[in-house]
Nanobody, 120 residues
């Protein structure tokens, strides 16, 4: 069984910072790309930031220059450092990972989500 467990969400004032973590556990062969998505009420889920196994990153335009995604491959963990937070960043943040559990099978896995609320 593979699990993605997120932590680090919460309530913060505009301009503040939060750091999200997502740890992957279970029997796996390798983790390819990992990413953070978010979903606000009444809105579609959107990609916030992604990182490949080699460390290449990409960001949504709305968070460029404010958020930093990183990963620790030894710990099977991905992080999202969020700075200069804005009320429009309020959403449930979900971790995603492309995981290979054996040489023939790979698929996406999702965490349960962590709430981030930014007050004005």
């Amino acid at each position: 069984q593979v699990q993605l467990v997120e932590s680090g969400g919460g309530l913060v004032q505009a301009g503040g910072s939060l750091r999200l973590s997502c740890a992957v556990s279970g029997n796996i062969v390798s983790i390819n790309a990992m990413g953070w998505y978010r979903q606000a009420p009444g809105k579609q889920r959107e990609l916030v930031a992604g990182i490949t196994s080699g460390g290449s990153t990409n960001y949504a335009d709305s968070v460029k220059g404010r958020f930093i995604i990183s990963r620790d491959n030894a710990k099977n963990t991905v992080y999202l450092q969020m700075n200069s937070l804005k009320p429009e960043d309020t959403a449930v943040y979900l971790c995603n990972a492309d995981i290979k559990r054996n040489p023939w099978t790979r698929r996406d896995y999702w965490g349960q989500g962590t709430q981030v609320t930014v007050s004005s």
